[in-house]
């Protein structure tokens, strides 16, 4: 049985016209989901991004959520839902600009699967691709990384598979609900990734494979994951704008380069002259990764040990340039990150990666609706 503030940010994730953006702006005013779903109509009016006719929908959608349908499914499906404040809530989905407010889950996201690695590419893969997406995906979940990606056919497929013969872990983010098998030819796959990884969705029980919900889900990809590696992509390609969130996300993007008379390559070979890395095998990608890598390993080791005495940052930990500004503009009010960013002298994708890397250090945390606070 579900907790009632579970059953409310689930509620809230139900009304249409409340998406992740809106959302966030509705928290940072009322502080919780039940106090957004009791609002008024005037005080909902008056929240930026809404104005009085989307709060007039909210107001009357908001009363015809299928809650009841909802939490059956739920139940017949053996789904979990995450609201954005718990502490199971992947914390590099919560680092992006608009992180769904609830994740359906089917299956479990371990802390371990902060190291992540994305794979995509076309659905119209060649065996080149294939075999390359077999190659990356196999050589990552042996150095202990979990493989993230989007359960289509071809390129996401073949890295799904692939990690879970090698033993590995794997992610499918889904762009559709947890009770609908889309492509329905890898019914059997998405039953082992449930077992030895997970499936996640934003989109409610119920919700079809609509082609508008894709280029939706794709910042969960790359949200959920340290880079992003692109094997054959047209220029008209999903994968591609998974590029663009990784980029506006502050992830690393990576690419294998394809022939040049395929249109497949067309989006690869462009990607690499555009300055992501070419990629061969999983080392080139792990050298990219290994500074937040060993961050990572190094604060869970930390963890593992008895908590010492606090000390000065200076003594405790060594700041580069970027972090010790970005921290310096961080008082010990709460600071939305617009504020951060126009403070600082660097770009929002690099300042939502410091702010990750400070996030890692436990020197600061994030609440929600993107405001952070030093510890």
């Given at each position: 049985?579900?907790?009632?503030?579970?059953?409310?940010?689930?509620?809230?994730?139900?009304?249409?016209?409340?998406?992740?953006?809106?959302?966030?702006k509705?928290?940072?005013?009322?502080?919780?989901?039940?106090?957004?779903?009791?609002?008024?109509?005037?005080?909902?009016?008056?929240?930026?991004?809404?104005?009085?006719?989307?709060?007039?929908?909210?107001?009357?959608?908001?009363?015809?959520?299928?809650?009841?349908?909802?939490l059956?499914?739920?139940?017949?499906?053996?789904?979990?839902?995450?609201?954005?404040?718990?502490?199971?809530?992947?914390?590099?989905?919560?680092?992006?600009?608009?992180?769904?407010?609830?994740?359906?889950?089917?299956?479990?996201?371990?802390?371990?699967?902060?190291?992540?690695?994305?794979?995509?590419?076309?659905?119209?893969?060649?065996?080149?691709?294939?075999?390359?997406?077999?190659?990356?995906?196999?050589?990552?979940?042996?150095?202990?990384?979990?493989?993230?990606?989007?359960?289509?056919?071809?390129?996401?497929?073949?890295?799904?598979?692939?990690?879970?013969?090698?033993?590995?872990?794997?992610?499918?983010?889904?762009?559709?609900?947890?009770?609908?098998?889309?492509?329905?030819?890898?019914?059997?796959?998405?039953?082992?990734?449930?077992?030895?990884?997970?499936?996640?969705?934003?989109?409610?029980?119920?919700?079809?494979?609509?082609?508008?919900?894709?280029?939706?889900?794709?910042?969960?990809?790359?949200?959920l994951?340290?880079?992003?590696?692109?094997?054959?992509?047209?220029?008209?390609?999903?994968?591609?704008?998974?590029?663009r969130?990784?980029?506006?996300?502050?992830?690393?993007?990576f690419?294998?380069?394809?022939?040049?008379?395929?249109?497949?390559?067309?989006?690869?070979?462009?990607?690499?002259?555009?300055?992501?890395?070419?990629?061969?095998?999983?080392?080139d990608?792990?050298?990219?990764?290994?500074?937040?890598?060993?961050?990572?390993?190094?604060?869970?080791?930390?963890?593992?040990?008895?908590?010492?005495?606090k000390?000065?940052i200076?003594?405790?930990?060594?700041?580069?340039?970027?972090?010790?500004?970005?921290?310096?503009?961080?008082?010990?009010?709460?600071t939305?990150?617009?504020?951060?960013?126009?403070?600082?002298?660097?770009?929002?994708?690099?300042?939502?990666?410091?702010?990750?890397?400070?996030?890692?250090?436990?020197?600061?945390?994030?609440?929600?609706?993107?405001?952070?606070?030093?510890?």
């Amino acid at each position: 049985m579900l907790e009632q503030e579970t059953i409310d940010w689930l509620k809230l994730s139900l009304v249409p016209e409340i998406g992740p953006m809106r959302g966030l702006k509705l928290l940072e005013k009322f502080k919780s989901p039940q106090a957004i779903l009791r609002a008024p109509l005037r005080e909902l009016a008056q929240v930026e991004n809404v104005g009085k006719q989307v709060a007039e929908r909210i107001v009357k959608n908001r009363e015809k959520i299928d809650l009841e349908n909802q939490l059956k499914l739920i139940e017949e499906n053996k789904v979990k839902i995450i609201p954005l404040v718990n502490e199971s809530y992947p914390e590099q989905l919560k680092a992006t600009f608009d992180p769904p407010l609830v994740l359906f889950v089917k299956g479990e996201i371990k802390p371990l699967d902060y190291f992540s690695v994305a794979i995509v590419g076309t659905r119209l893969a060649s065996v080149y691709g294939r075999q390359m997406s077999q190659k990356l995906s196999g050589q990552l979940v042996e150095k202990g990384l979990t493989v993230v990606s989007g359960g289509a056919r071809g390129i996401d497929t073949e890295a799904h598979k692939t990690a879970l013969r090698a033993g590995g872990r794997t992610i499918a983010v889904l762009g559709c609900g947890l009770d609908i098998t889309y492509p329905s030819e890898n019914k059997r796959l998405f039953e082992d990734i449930s077992k030895n990884g997970a499936l996640v969705s934003e989109f409610p029980l119920g919700t079809k494979p609509d082609k508008i919900n894709f280029p939706i889900r794709n910042r969960i990809i790359s949200g959920l994951s340290l880079g992003v590696v692109v094997i054959e992509a047209p220029f008209k390609s999903g994968a591609l704008i998974t590029v663009r969130h990784a980029i506006e996300q502050g992830r690393e993007v990576f690419s294998v380069p394809g022939e040049a008379d395929k249109f497949t390559s067309c989006g690869t070979n462009q990607l690499i002259r555009d300055g992501a890395k070419l990629v061969e095998n999983a080392e080139d990608i792990l050298s990219e990764l290994q500074a937040v890598i060993r961050a990572r390993m190094n604060e869970i080791k930390k963890e593992k040990i008895e908590e010492p005495k606090k000390q000065s940052i200076e003594l405790d930990l060594k700041l580069n340039a970027e972090e010790q500004e970005v921290y310096n503009l961080i008082p010990e009010k709460n600071t939305h990150i617009d504020e951060i960013a126009d403070k600082s002298r660097l770009k929002i994708g690099k300042v939502f990666s410091v702010l990750t890397r400070l996030e890692l250090k436990k020197l600061i945390k994030q609440l929600p609706g993107k405001i952070f606070a030093r510890i």
